[in-house]
Protein backbone atom coordinates (compact mmCIF):
# COMPACT_ATOMS: atom_id res chain seq x y z
CA UNK A 1 0.00 0.00 0.00
CA UNK A 2 0.99 3.24 -0.52
CA UNK A 3 2.98 5.25 2.82
CA UNK A 4 2.96 8.38 2.43
CA UNK A 5 5.23 11.17 4.96
CA UNK A 6 4.90 14.46 4.25
CA UNK A 7 8.49 15.56 6.14
CA UNK A 8 9.01 19.05 6.74
CA UNK A 9 11.92 21.14 6.33
CA UNK A 10 13.55 20.51 9.99
CA UNK A 11 16.24 22.54 12.27
CA UNK A 12 18.08 22.69 15.26
CA UNK A 13 16.96 25.24 17.33
CA UNK A 14 19.36 27.61 18.49
CA UNK A 15 20.29 26.85 22.36
CA UNK A 16 19.16 29.91 23.92
CA UNK A 17 15.72 29.68 22.04
CA UNK A 18 13.94 26.23 23.21
CA UNK A 19 10.72 27.63 23.44
CA UNK A 20 6.81 26.42 22.72
CA UNK A 21 6.14 29.18 20.27
CA UNK A 22 8.93 28.13 18.12
CA UNK A 23 7.74 24.06 17.60
CA UNK A 24 5.10 23.50 15.35
CA UNK A 25 3.06 20.87 16.02
CA UNK A 26 1.77 18.45 13.30
CA UNK A 27 -1.65 19.70 14.09
CA UNK A 28 -0.51 23.35 13.91
CA UNK A 29 0.26 23.21 9.92
CA UNK A 30 -2.93 23.66 8.78
CA UNK A 31 -1.77 24.63 5.05
CA UNK A 32 -0.40 20.83 4.84
CA UNK A 33 -3.19 18.43 5.87
CA UNK A 34 -6.41 20.86 5.01
CA UNK A 35 -6.28 19.98 1.24
CA UNK A 36 -5.72 16.25 1.60
CA UNK A 37 -8.75 15.98 3.17
CA UNK A 38 -10.92 17.76 0.36
CA UNK A 39 -14.45 15.46 -0.36
CA UNK A 40 -13.84 13.18 2.67
CA UNK A 41 -15.76 12.19 5.45
CA UNK A 42 -12.99 12.63 8.26
CA UNK A 43 -12.88 10.55 11.90
CA UNK A 44 -10.79 12.16 14.42
CA UNK A 45 -9.16 9.68 17.25
CA UNK A 46 -8.41 12.97 19.75
CA UNK A 47 -8.54 14.26 23.23
CA UNK A 48 -8.13 17.31 25.41
CA UNK A 49 -4.59 17.63 23.99
CA UNK A 50 -6.17 17.65 20.37
CA UNK A 51 -4.86 21.60 19.70
CA UNK A 52 -4.17 23.97 16.93
CA UNK A 53 -3.32 27.14 18.53
CA UNK A 54 -5.53 27.24 21.42
CA UNK A 55 -8.52 25.90 19.37
CA UNK A 56 -9.59 22.15 19.79
CA UNK A 57 -8.70 20.05 16.31
CA UNK A 58 -12.16 19.20 15.69
CA UNK A 59 -13.66 23.02 16.01
CA UNK A 60 -10.82 23.56 13.61
CA UNK A 61 -11.55 21.18 11.24
CA UNK A 62 -15.67 21.96 11.18
CA UNK A 63 -14.87 24.95 9.99
CA UNK A 64 -13.93 23.85 7.17
CA UNK A 65 -17.32 21.97 6.51
CA UNK A 66 -17.95 23.38 3.03
CA UNK A 67 -14.56 21.11 1.70
CA UNK A 68 -15.13 18.14 3.96
CA UNK A 69 -17.32 16.80 6.72
CA UNK A 70 -15.93 15.28 10.25
CA UNK A 71 -18.25 12.47 10.77
CA UNK A 72 -17.23 11.40 14.40
CA UNK A 73 -14.98 11.28 17.05
CA UNK A 74 -12.70 8.37 18.32
CA UNK A 75 -12.22 8.68 21.78
CA UNK A 76 -9.09 7.02 24.09
CA UNK A 77 -8.93 6.56 27.62
CA UNK A 78 -10.02 9.15 29.98
CA UNK A 79 -12.06 9.93 27.04
CA UNK A 80 -12.66 13.31 24.17
CA UNK A 81 -12.44 16.20 27.05
CA UNK A 82 -9.76 14.06 28.87
CA UNK A 83 -11.66 13.67 32.41
CA UNK A 84 -12.46 10.26 33.02
CA UNK A 85 -10.74 8.42 35.51
CA UNK A 86 -7.72 6.10 34.64
CA UNK A 87 -8.75 2.77 33.50
CA UNK A 88 -12.26 3.60 34.04
CA UNK A 89 -14.19 2.33 30.68
CA UNK A 90 -15.51 5.25 28.29
CA UNK A 91 -19.10 4.99 27.16
CA UNK A 92 -20.19 6.19 23.65
CA UNK A 93 -22.19 9.35 23.43
CA UNK A 94 -22.61 12.53 21.70
CA UNK A 95 -20.49 15.69 22.41
CA UNK A 96 -22.66 18.36 23.36
CA UNK A 97 -20.75 21.42 22.09
CA UNK A 98 -20.15 20.16 18.52
CA UNK A 99 -23.46 17.57 18.31
CA UNK A 100 -21.04 14.56 16.88
CA UNK A 101 -20.86 10.68 17.92
CA UNK A 102 -18.43 9.84 20.16
CA UNK A 103 -17.01 6.48 19.73
CA UNK A 104 -15.42 4.96 22.53
CA UNK A 105 -12.33 3.11 21.76
CA UNK A 106 -12.01 2.02 25.65
CA UNK A 107 -14.36 -0.01 26.34
CA UNK A 108 -16.08 -2.63 24.91
CA UNK A 109 -13.78 -2.63 21.67
CA UNK A 110 -10.66 -1.20 21.76
CA UNK A 111 -10.51 -1.54 17.70
CA UNK A 112 -12.78 0.24 15.59
CA UNK A 113 -15.12 -1.81 13.80
CA UNK A 114 -16.01 -2.29 9.99
CA UNK A 115 -19.34 -0.64 11.66
CA UNK A 116 -18.14 2.23 12.82
CA UNK A 117 -15.70 2.58 10.09
CA UNK A 118 -18.72 2.13 7.10
CA UNK A 119 -18.98 5.98 6.55
CA UNK A 120 -15.31 6.63 7.22
CA UNK A 121 -13.01 7.96 4.13
CA UNK A 122 -10.09 8.98 6.53
CA UNK A 123 -9.06 8.57 10.21
CA UNK A 124 -6.69 11.52 11.77
CA UNK A 125 -4.85 10.72 14.86
CA UNK A 126 -3.93 13.59 16.86
CA UNK A 127 -2.82 12.84 20.79
CA UNK A 128 -0.05 13.78 22.85
CA UNK A 129 1.82 10.94 23.97
CA UNK A 130 4.51 11.09 26.80
CA UNK A 131 6.99 8.68 25.60
CA UNK A 132 6.31 5.44 27.82
CA UNK A 133 5.52 2.23 26.67
CA UNK A 134 2.09 1.59 29.33
CA UNK A 135 0.83 5.52 28.28
CA UNK A 136 -2.05 3.54 26.46
CA UNK A 137 -2.93 6.31 23.47
CA UNK A 138 -0.11 4.50 21.16
CA UNK A 139 -1.77 1.26 21.98
CA UNK A 140 -5.30 3.10 20.76
CA UNK A 141 -3.06 4.34 18.02
CA UNK A 142 -2.14 0.72 16.80
CA UNK A 143 -5.57 -0.49 16.77
CA UNK A 144 -6.56 2.34 14.07
CA UNK A 145 -3.85 1.61 12.08
CA UNK A 146 -4.92 -1.79 12.53
CA UNK A 147 -8.68 -1.55 11.95
CA UNK A 148 -7.67 1.27 8.89
CA UNK A 149 -5.42 -1.27 7.26
CA UNK A 150 -7.76 -3.78 7.24
CA UNK A 151 -10.76 -2.13 5.62
CA UNK A 152 -8.41 0.31 3.39
CA UNK A 153 -8.71 3.30 5.10
CA UNK A 154 -5.71 5.71 5.33
CA UNK A 155 -4.44 7.20 8.10
CA UNK A 156 -3.05 10.32 9.15
CA UNK A 157 -0.81 10.91 12.14
CA UNK A 158 -0.46 14.40 13.38
CA UNK A 159 2.54 14.41 15.01
CA UNK A 160 3.98 16.10 18.56
CA UNK A 161 7.19 16.50 20.60
CA UNK A 162 7.68 13.77 22.50
CA UNK A 163 8.68 15.38 26.37
CA UNK A 164 10.85 12.03 26.88
CA UNK A 165 12.04 11.82 23.71
CA UNK A 166 15.46 12.71 24.40
CA UNK A 167 16.18 9.17 25.71
CA UNK A 168 16.02 5.28 25.41
CA UNK A 169 15.52 3.29 28.36
CA UNK A 170 14.12 0.00 30.56
CA UNK A 171 13.49 -3.13 29.09
CA UNK A 172 12.30 -4.51 26.10
CA UNK A 173 8.73 -6.04 26.45
CA UNK A 174 8.45 -9.67 25.12
CA UNK A 175 5.75 -11.31 23.30
CA UNK A 176 4.35 -13.37 26.47
CA UNK A 177 3.85 -10.20 28.51
CA UNK A 178 2.10 -8.04 25.06
CA UNK A 179 -1.22 -6.24 26.21
CA UNK A 180 -2.49 -3.09 25.92
CA UNK A 181 -0.17 -1.10 28.38
CA UNK A 182 2.98 -2.84 26.36
CA UNK A 183 1.89 -4.39 22.48
CA UNK A 184 5.15 -3.39 20.90
CA UNK A 185 8.53 -5.22 21.18
CA UNK A 186 10.34 -1.42 22.52
CA UNK A 187 11.57 -0.14 26.02
CA UNK A 188 9.78 1.62 28.72
CA UNK A 189 10.90 4.31 27.26
CA UNK A 190 11.23 4.22 23.84
CA UNK A 191 12.16 7.81 22.35
CA UNK A 192 10.00 8.45 19.34
CA UNK A 193 7.09 10.56 18.68
CA UNK A 194 3.58 8.94 17.83
CA UNK A 195 4.45 9.55 14.33
CA UNK A 196 7.88 7.80 14.34
CA UNK A 197 6.11 4.92 16.43
CA UNK A 198 3.36 5.13 13.40
CA UNK A 199 6.22 4.29 10.68
CA UNK A 200 7.70 1.60 13.15
CA UNK A 201 4.63 -0.08 13.46
CA UNK A 202 4.10 0.20 9.80
CA UNK A 203 7.61 -0.78 8.57
CA UNK A 204 8.11 -3.85 11.27
CA UNK A 205 4.62 -5.80 10.54
CA UNK A 206 3.31 -5.19 13.90
CA UNK A 207 0.14 -4.95 12.88
CA UNK A 208 -1.86 -8.48 12.62
CA UNK A 209 -0.64 -10.45 10.04
CA UNK A 210 2.03 -7.78 9.17
CA UNK A 211 -0.84 -6.03 7.40
CA UNK A 212 0.19 -1.64 6.42
CA UNK A 213 -2.02 0.80 7.19
CA UNK A 214 -1.89 4.00 3.90
CA UNK A 215 0.33 6.09 6.58
CA UNK A 216 0.68 9.87 6.50
CA UNK A 217 2.60 11.57 8.95
CA UNK A 218 2.36 15.10 9.37
CA UNK A 219 5.57 15.82 11.02
CA UNK A 220 6.52 18.90 13.64
CA UNK A 221 8.58 21.58 12.66
CA UNK A 222 11.46 23.14 14.92
CA UNK A 223 11.73 20.19 16.91
CA UNK A 224 14.38 17.76 17.62
CA UNK A 225 14.49 14.65 20.23
CA UNK A 226 17.33 17.30 22.20
CA UNK A 227 14.11 19.95 22.34
CA UNK A 228 13.06 20.74 25.83
CA UNK A 229 9.23 20.67 25.40
CA UNK A 230 6.59 21.74 27.96
CA UNK A 231 3.10 20.13 27.54
CA UNK A 232 0.55 23.56 26.83
CA UNK A 233 -2.22 20.78 28.25
CA UNK A 234 -1.88 18.07 30.66
CA UNK A 235 -2.21 15.09 28.89
CA UNK A 236 -4.12 13.00 31.38
CA UNK A 237 -5.53 13.60 34.99
CA UNK A 238 -2.95 12.27 36.66
CA UNK A 239 -0.06 13.88 34.85
CA UNK A 240 -0.37 17.68 35.53
CA UNK A 241 2.90 19.39 34.63
CA UNK A 242 6.21 18.55 33.21
CA UNK A 243 7.87 17.37 36.45
CA UNK A 244 5.36 13.95 37.02
CA UNK A 245 5.63 13.82 32.71
CA UNK A 246 9.25 13.16 33.61
CA UNK A 247 9.45 11.28 36.82
CA UNK A 248 6.73 9.02 35.30
CA UNK A 249 8.36 6.42 33.47
CA UNK A 250 10.19 5.48 36.43
CA UNK A 251 7.03 5.97 39.23
CA UNK A 252 4.57 3.93 37.27
CA UNK A 253 6.04 0.98 38.15
CA UNK A 254 4.31 1.04 41.49
CA UNK A 255 1.15 0.86 39.65
CA UNK A 256 2.33 -2.90 39.68
CA UNK A 257 2.64 -3.01 43.29
CA UNK A 258 0.71 -2.74 46.61
CA UNK A 259 2.48 0.80 47.34
CA UNK A 260 0.49 3.50 46.52
CA UNK A 261 1.69 6.06 43.69
CA UNK A 262 0.24 9.25 45.15
CA UNK A 263 -3.18 8.54 42.95
CA UNK A 264 -5.55 10.81 45.21
CA UNK A 265 -3.03 13.61 46.11
CA UNK A 266 -1.92 16.34 43.79
CA UNK A 267 1.08 15.01 43.50
CA UNK A 268 0.58 11.26 41.52
CA UNK A 269 3.74 9.45 40.94
CA UNK A 270 5.65 12.51 42.47
CA UNK A 271 5.52 10.55 46.15
CA UNK A 272 5.02 7.10 47.34
CA UNK A 273 4.16 5.84 50.45
CA UNK A 274 2.14 2.83 52.44
CA UNK A 275 0.46 2.41 55.69
CA UNK A 276 2.89 -0.24 56.32
CA UNK A 277 6.04 1.59 54.88
CA UNK A 278 8.58 3.28 56.45
CA UNK A 279 9.37 6.88 55.61
CA UNK A 280 9.58 10.51 56.43
CA UNK A 281 6.69 11.63 54.43
CA UNK A 282 3.15 11.11 54.90
CA UNK A 283 -0.23 11.57 53.03
CA UNK A 284 -3.68 10.58 53.01
CA UNK A 285 -5.06 9.70 49.31
CA UNK A 286 -8.76 11.17 49.10
CA UNK A 287 -11.36 10.94 46.08
CA UNK A 288 -10.50 14.33 44.14
CA UNK A 289 -12.81 14.72 41.52
CA UNK A 290 -11.21 14.79 37.46
CA UNK A 291 -8.04 12.94 38.72
CA UNK A 292 -9.02 10.19 41.29
CA UNK A 293 -11.93 8.80 42.88
CA UNK A 294 -10.72 5.69 44.47
CA UNK A 295 -7.16 5.80 44.93
CA UNK A 296 -4.94 2.85 46.85
CA UNK A 297 -5.81 3.42 50.66
CA UNK A 298 -8.67 6.19 49.96
CA UNK A 299 -8.88 7.80 53.56
CA UNK A 300 -5.86 6.04 55.14
CA UNK A 301 -2.76 7.47 56.20
CA UNK A 302 0.11 6.35 53.86
CA UNK A 303 4.24 6.75 54.95
CA UNK A 304 6.66 6.43 52.14
CA UNK A 305 8.83 9.65 50.05
CA UNK A 306 8.30 12.81 49.04
CA UNK A 307 9.75 13.13 45.27
CA UNK A 308 8.83 16.39 44.25
CA UNK A 309 12.00 18.04 44.49
CA UNK A 310 13.99 15.12 42.74
CA UNK A 311 15.82 16.61 39.70
CA UNK A 312 18.55 14.57 38.37
CA UNK A 313 22.10 16.86 38.34
CA UNK A 314 23.36 15.24 35.13
CA UNK A 315 19.51 15.79 33.18
CA UNK A 316 16.52 13.49 32.85
CA UNK A 317 18.45 10.52 30.44
CA UNK A 318 17.66 7.21 31.94
CA UNK A 319 14.87 5.32 34.23
CA UNK A 320 15.54 5.21 38.24
CA UNK A 321 14.57 2.07 39.76
CA UNK A 322 16.10 2.89 42.95
CA UNK A 323 12.74 3.66 44.53
CA UNK A 324 10.67 0.59 43.60
CA UNK A 325 14.18 -1.50 45.16
CA UNK A 326 14.24 0.54 48.12
CA UNK A 327 10.61 0.67 48.95
CA UNK A 328 10.33 -3.60 48.19
CA UNK A 329 13.46 -3.56 51.04
CA UNK A 330 11.97 -1.52 53.32
CA UNK A 331 8.48 -3.40 53.04
CA UNK A 332 7.48 -5.77 55.43
CA UNK A 333 5.42 -8.88 53.72
CA UNK A 334 7.28 -9.22 50.72
CA UNK A 335 5.71 -12.22 49.20
CA UNK A 336 2.72 -9.76 48.67
CA UNK A 337 4.35 -6.67 47.50
CA UNK A 338 4.64 -7.37 43.43
CA UNK A 339 1.02 -7.14 41.47
CA UNK A 340 0.38 -9.34 37.97
CA UNK A 341 0.14 -5.87 36.90
CA UNK A 342 3.74 -4.80 37.43
CA UNK A 343 5.02 -7.79 34.62
CA UNK A 344 2.86 -6.36 31.99
CA UNK A 345 4.47 -2.69 32.67
CA UNK A 346 7.80 -4.00 33.27
CA UNK A 347 6.79 -6.30 29.61
CA UNK A 348 9.00 -8.74 31.21
CA UNK A 349 9.26 -10.87 34.56
CA UNK A 350 12.62 -10.49 34.39
CA UNK A 351 12.98 -7.35 36.44
CA UNK A 352 10.63 -8.00 39.09
CA UNK A 353 12.50 -11.57 39.75
CA UNK A 354 16.12 -9.60 39.84
CA UNK A 355 14.45 -7.24 42.72
CA UNK A 356 13.33 -10.16 44.34
CA UNK A 357 16.79 -11.87 43.96
CA UNK A 358 18.35 -8.86 45.29
CA UNK A 359 20.18 -7.74 41.76
CA UNK A 360 21.69 -4.27 41.96
CA UNK A 361 20.05 -1.26 40.17
CA UNK A 362 23.33 -1.24 38.36
CA UNK A 363 23.25 -5.04 37.01
CA UNK A 364 19.63 -4.84 36.59
CA UNK A 365 20.58 -1.94 33.81
CA UNK A 366 23.28 -3.81 32.59
CA UNK A 367 20.93 -6.74 31.57
CA UNK A 368 19.20 -4.16 29.39
CA UNK A 369 22.03 -3.05 27.22
CA UNK A 370 21.83 -5.82 24.75
CA UNK A 371 18.36 -5.40 23.18
CA UNK A 372 18.43 -1.73 24.39
CA UNK A 373 21.11 -2.12 21.04
CA UNK A 374 19.05 -4.16 18.83
CA UNK A 375 15.61 -1.88 19.53
CA UNK A 376 18.19 1.46 19.04
CA UNK A 377 19.14 0.27 15.41
CA UNK A 378 15.41 -0.63 14.36
CA UNK A 379 14.68 3.00 15.90
CA UNK A 380 17.15 4.78 13.84
CA UNK A 381 15.26 3.66 10.36
CA UNK A 382 12.21 5.66 11.43
CA UNK A 383 13.55 8.93 13.14
CA UNK A 384 12.55 12.09 11.98
CA UNK A 385 13.91 14.58 13.73
CA UNK A 386 17.63 13.58 14.11
Not at 173 to 198: C, N, Q, Y
Not at 259 to 274: D, K, L
Not at 297 to 316: H, I, M, T
Not at 330 to 352: I, W
Request: aromatic letters at 12%.
Amino acid sequence: MRITFILLSLFMINSCNGQNDQIMTGADQIEKYIPLLHGKRVAVVANQTSEVNGTHLVDTLLHYKAKFQVVKVFAPEHGFRGVIDDGVVVKDETDVRTGLPIISLYGKNKKPTAEVLSDVDIVIFDIQDVGARFYTFISTMHYVMEACAEYDIPVMVLDRPNPNGNYVDGPVLKPDFKSFVGMHPIPVVHGVTVGELAKMINGEGWLDKGIQCDLTVIACKNYSHKTPYSLPVKPSPNLPDDHTIRIYPSTCFFEGTVISEGRGTHFPFRIYGHPQLEGNYTFTPKAIPGMETNPKFKNERCFGEDLRSFEPQDGWHRLYLGWVIDAYKKFPDKEHFFRSFFDLLAGTDQLRIQIQDGVSEEEIRKSWQDELAAYKNIRRKYLLYD
